[in-house]
């Protein structure tokens, strides 16, 4: 157990007057204030409850400790058998921190070097770096002589720096034996966590933790790890400033919009039983920071539809950034997962980066050390991209590390086969081929061959041949040294991206036959998803046209004379209703696409029985609010509606055909200036290729 060395003092303090003593004459006795102990009689409370003893507040004696002579010996034992820890530079800061962040009083450099066992001069030293760190959050650092040393700033600001304290430096495993309810003697002795732990109240930490994993439960969305710590720590911290009557302002039209998202009900379920299991009143205000950081959490929605007009908004930017990085990188991904990976993280990550919430990346340093050229590149893209938005190197290192999952994956798709030869066949090919396998791990079968031996060898039946010798009558060989210097590996990594990209091109010609062939074995129950899914194809393809909206009519009156028309062909029920919902979904985000000539308006509705996607040429342009709240001159309309109620696997078709847009700049030209043979041609091949995609997986 950790205990401070004020609350070493205060108890000392209590021992020594039998008789018992006033809260004045204790914070006389230590120079602070009488709020700075009663702050920290909550402390003194818990921990004479180890010892089974109670501090009594009597009227005309004061504080009086409470108990068995048995209890209070060992405190005393305790109390002297405590010895100054030895902490490194960071420690100690980090230590400062936590005093300073928990009481809102000032502190006296004195009791600060007698807590750290230093001298007060290089305490004053410590609190210049501290003072640097607490700038980041928005935090200043008062110190002033005979006043003491204070932490200012506004409620939200200090919380946040509490809990990224907390959770950069309280390891999830430390955390876990607390949540699974471990006493301290359990625990393997840990001065830093425990001065960590000490910010919070473990059984309200239980509380919360059982409250949020109770609501975890019961919604359908994942939480990373870390997004699920990071907010039992900030709502336990909020419980024990609301109990200190450190109350968190927030601006009443923001509070507004937060009330809209479906998070401020889950937010405000998890206020609700809190207040009855904890005893304690939770604002308003609180509840709004609560769905702040539900909104921020790292939820994967690799299955949420990107018809929802801010998934399709950051759609087009994963795009960019994708293509940035392959350009840069002079390849190819083709990986469905990256894109969908980056799409679920970029979401959350964009509100946090808005709304200042700090994110901790503890991979970072391996990350800018393991793909250091891969990080410079995505930060210069994703600061392109996200503009006018500041991307953190925290978000960056996770945004590389997708990057990086993708370039591992590239790299198992197409195993190789090398050659290696060098003068005998022996020694240096065996080192050499070590450090092949070590390097890429894509080169899965290595043969070694000496100089005799190789004409013996078809070089042909071979992805590539390295030889530590040169070689007579070979055209393409890469001549290395058998510990292969870092340009000897890039020329090779190099070749090899350059042989994925060829052979992916060639495989991507081959791969229908291929799923064709693999169709035959699915499972019964994908029948169902198939005939949905050709269902939506027949009533999509079948109902799609190019249509002229003149210029006599404005932009507002063509889309409601196309909803009229689709009424009374029976696809809706109510078209002043469903133009009204595309009016509002416009005003919410804008539906112009960056960078092109086109609209997508969309919507899901009661209103609507059957799926639709239909193109409008404008016979006069129109300007409309863009995805990334720019004008932009539109001159096409994609109009695309789909039922409320219907089955997941038919909502992920639609969001693949809206997809299919910013597919690549070939689809988006067709898409702005094809006719309607040519865009309906590229609507059928690519039904047909997601058709075949799901006979190919096999899965309901």
């Given at each position: 157990?950790?205990?401070?060395?004020?609350?070493?003092?205060?108890?000392?303090?209590?021992?020594?007057?039998?008789?018992?003593?006033?809260?004045?004459?204790?914070?006389?006795?230590?120079d602070v204030s009488t709020r700075t102990i009663q702050r920290d009689l909550k402390g003194i409370e818990d921990i004479l409850k180890e010892y089974k003893l109670s501090l009594a507040k009597q009227s005309g004696?004061?504080?009086?400790?409470?108990?068995?002579?048995?209890?209070?010996?060992?405190?005393?034992?305790?109390?002297?058998?405590?010895?100054?820890?030895?902490?490194?530079?960071?420690?100690?800061?980090?230590?400062?921190?936590?005093?300073?962040?928990?009481?809102?009083?000032?502190?006296?450099?004195?009791?600060?070097?007698?807590?750290?066992?230093?001298?007060?001069?290089?305490?004053?030293?410590?609190l210049t770096k501290v003072e640097a760190w607490l700038e980041a959050f928005e935090l200043g650092l008062v110190r002033k002589r005979g006043y003491g040393v204070e932490i200012k700033g506004e409620e939200k600001?200090?919380?946040?720096?509490?809990?990224?304290?907390?959770?950069?430096?309280?390891?999830?495993?430390?955390?876990?034996?607390?949540?699974?309810?471990?006493?301290?003697?359990?625990?393997?002795?840990?001065?830093?966590?425990?001065?960590?732990?000490?910010?919070?109240?473990?059984?309200?930490?239980?509380?919360?933790?059982?409250?949020?994993?109770?609501?975890?439960?019961?919604?359908?969305?994942?939480?990373?790890?870390?997004?699920?710590?990071?907010?039992?720590?900030?709502?336990?911290?909020?419980?024990?400033?609301?109990?200190?009557?450190?109350?968190?302002?927030?601006?009443?039209?923001?509070?507004?919009?937060?009330?809209?998202?479906?998070?401020?009900?889950?937010?405000?379920?998890?206020?609700?039983?809190?207040?009855?299991?904890?005893?304690?009143?939770?604002?308003?205000?609180?509840?709004?920071?609560?769905?702040?950081?539900?909104?921020?959490?790292?939820?994967?929605?690799?299955?949420?539809?990107?018809?929802?007009?801010?998934?399709?908004?950051?759609?087009?930017?994963?795009?960019?950034?994708?293509?940035?990085?392959?350009?840069?990188?002079?390849?190819?991904?083709?990986?469905?997962?990256?894109?969908?990976?980056?799409?679920?993280?970029?979401?959350?990550?964009?509100?946090?980066?808005?709304?200042?919430?700090?994110?901790?990346?503890?991979?970072?340093?391996?990350?800018?050390?393991?793909?250091?050229?891969?990080?410079?590149?995505?930060?210069?893209?994703?600061?392109?991209?996200?503009?006018?938005?500041?991307?953190?190197?925290?978000?960056?290192?996770?945004?590389?590390?997708?990057?990086?999952?993708?370039?591992?994956?590239?790299?198992?798709?197409?195993?190789?086969?090398?050659?290696?030869?060098?003068?005998?066949?022996?020694?240096?090919?065996?080192?050499?081929?070590?450090?092949?396998?070590?390097?890429?791990?894509?080169?899965?079968?290595?043969?070694?061959?000496?100089?005799?031996?190789?004409?013996?060898?078809?070089?042909?039946?071979?992805?590539?041949l390295i030889s530590t010798i040169p070689l007579q009558n070979v055209e393409r060989y890469f001549l290395v040294k058998p510990f292969l210097s870092k340009q000897e590996v890039a020329r090779i990594r190099d070749?090899?991206?350059?042989?994925?990209?060829?052979?992916?091109?060639?495989?991507?010609?081959?791969?229908?036959?291929?799923?064709?062939?693999?169709?035959?074995?699915?499972?019964?129950?994908?029948?169902?998803?198939?005939?949905?899914?050709?269902?939506?194809?027949?009533?999509?393809?079948?109902?799609?046209?190019?249509?002229?909206?003149?210029?006599?009519?404005?932009?507002?009156?063509?889309?409601?004379?196309?909803?009229?028309?689709?009424?009374?062909?029976?696809?809706?029920?109510?078209?002043?209703?469903?133009?009204?919902?595309?009016?509002?979904?416009?005003?919410?985000?804008?539906?112009?696409?960056?960078?092109?000539?086109?609209?997508?308006?969309?919507?899901?509705?009661?209103?609507?029985?059957?799926?639709?996607?239909?193109?409008?040429?404008?016979?006069?342009?129109?300007?409309?609010?863009?995805?990334?709240?720019?004008?932009?001159?539109?001159?096409?309309?994609?109009?695309?509606?789909?039922?409320?109620?219907?089955?997941?696997?038919?909502?992920?078709?639609?969001?693949?055909?809206?997809?299919?847009?910013?597919?690549?700049?070939?689809?988006?030209?067709?898409?702005?200036?094809?006719?309607?043979?040519?865009?309906?041609?590229?609507?059928?091949?690519?039904?047909?290729?997601?058709?075949?995609?799901?006979?190919?997986?096999?899965?309901?």
């Amino acid at each position: 157990m950790y205990i401070s060395a004020r609350e070493r003092n205060i108890l000392q303090f209590l021992l020594k007057e039998k008789q018992g003593t006033t809260i004045q004459k204790i914070a006389d006795e230590l120079d602070v204030s009488t709020r700075t102990i009663q702050r920290d009689l909550k402390g003194i409370e818990d921990i004479l409850k180890e010892y089974k003893l109670s501090l009594a507040k009597q009227s005309g004696v004061g504080l009086l400790i409470q108990g068995g002579q048995e209890g209070i010996e060992q405190l005393q034992q305790f109390l002297q058998s405590l010895q100054h820890e030895e902490y490194t530079p960071e420690e100690r800061q980090m230590l400062l921190l936590a005093v300073l962040l928990r009481h809102r009083a000032p502190v006296k450099l004195f009791a600060l070097a007698d807590e750290l066992n230093v001298t007060v001069a290089t305490v004053s030293n410590d609190l210049t770096k501290v003072e640097a760190w607490l700038e980041a959050f928005e935090l200043g650092l008062v110190r002033k002589r005979g006043y003491g040393v204070e932490i200012k700033g506004e409620e939200k600001n200090i919380r946040r720096a509490m809990s990224r304290l907390i959770t950069e430096h309280l390891s999830e495993e430390r955390f876990y034996r607390v949540l699974t309810n471990q006493t301290a003697s359990e625990m393997t002795t840990d001065f830093i966590s425990e001065r960590l732990l000490h910010l919070m109240d473990l059984k309200t930490v239980r509380h919360v933790q059982q409250a949020v994993e109770a609501i975890r439960r019961r919604t359908p969305e994942q939480m990373a790890d870390s997004s699920y710590i990071g907010l039992i720590v900030h709502v336990a911290l909020a419980i024990e400033r609301i109990r200190h009557d450190e109350n968190i302002e927030i601006d009443p039209h923001y509070l507004e919009t937060l009330r809209t998202h479906k998070e401020y009900d889950v937010a405000r379920r998890l206020a609700k039983q809190l207040e009855h299991t904890l005893d304690v009143d939770i604002p308003d205000a609180e509840v709004g920071y609560m769905t702040m950081h539900l909104l921020g959490a790292k939820l994967r929605f690799e299955r949420e539809s990107l018809l929802e007009e801010s998934n399709f908004q950051m759609a087009i930017r994963v795009k960019q950034l994708i293509e940035g990085v392959e350009a840069s990188l002079g390849l190819t991904f083709q990986d469905e997962s990256l894109f969908h990976g980056l799409l679920a993280h970029v979401k959350p990550a964009m509100y946090r980066i808005r709304e200042q919430m700090k994110i901790y990346n503890p991979l970072l340093d391996k990350i800018k050390e393991d793909y250091e050229d891969l990080f410079r590149q995505v930060q210069g893209l994703a600061q392109q991209v996200f503009e006018p938005l500041h991307i953190p190197d925290e978000e960056v290192g996770f945004l590389v590390m997708h990057f990086g999952s993708a370039l591992e994956r590239k790299k198992r798709q197409l195993p190789l086969k090398a050659l290696v030869v060098c003068s005998s066949g022996i020694g240096s090919s065996k080192l050499l081929a070590s450090r092949l396998e070590k390097e890429f791990p894509e080169i899965t079968t290595i043969e070694n061959a000496s100089l005799f031996e190789l004409e013996e060898k078809n070089i042909e039946s071979f992805d590539l041949l390295i030889s530590t010798i040169p070689l007579q009558n070979v055209e393409r060989y890469f001549l290395v040294k058998p510990f292969l210097s870092k340009q000897e590996v890039a020329r090779i990594r190099d070749f090899i991206d350059r042989y994925h990209q060829e052979q992916s091109n060639v495989e991507k010609k081959i791969n229908v036959k291929r799923e064709i062939r693999k169709g035959h074995s699915t499972n019964a129950g994908i029948f169902k998803k198939i005939a949905d899914v050709s269902y939506d194809m027949e009533l999509i393809l079948s109902a799609f046209q190019i249509r002229l909206i003149e210029k006599y009519l404005s932009f507002e009156e063509g889309l409601a004379e196309i909803c009229e028309g689709f009424e009374k062909e029976g696809y809706i029920t109510n078209a002043t209703l469903v133009v009204e919902s595309l009016f509002e979904r416009e005003a919410a985000g804008g539906l112009a696409i960056p960078n092109t000539s086109l609209a997508l308006f969309h919507t899901r509705s009661d209103e609507i029985k059957k799926p639709l996607f239909t193109i409008y040429e404008l016979e006069t342009p129109v300007i409309r609010k863009g995805m990334d709240g720019e004008k932009i001159l539109v001159k096409r309309i994609l109009l695309m509606l789909a039922p409320l109620k219907i089955e997941e696997h038919q909502l992920a078709f639609l969001s693949y055909v809206s997809a299919l847009v910013i597919d690549s700049e070939a689809h988006t030209r067709i898409f702005e200036q094809g006719t309607e043979e040519e865009v309906g041609s590229l609507l059928s091949e690519a039904c047909h290729i997601y058709l075949l995609s799901i006979i190919n997986k096999g899965e309901n």
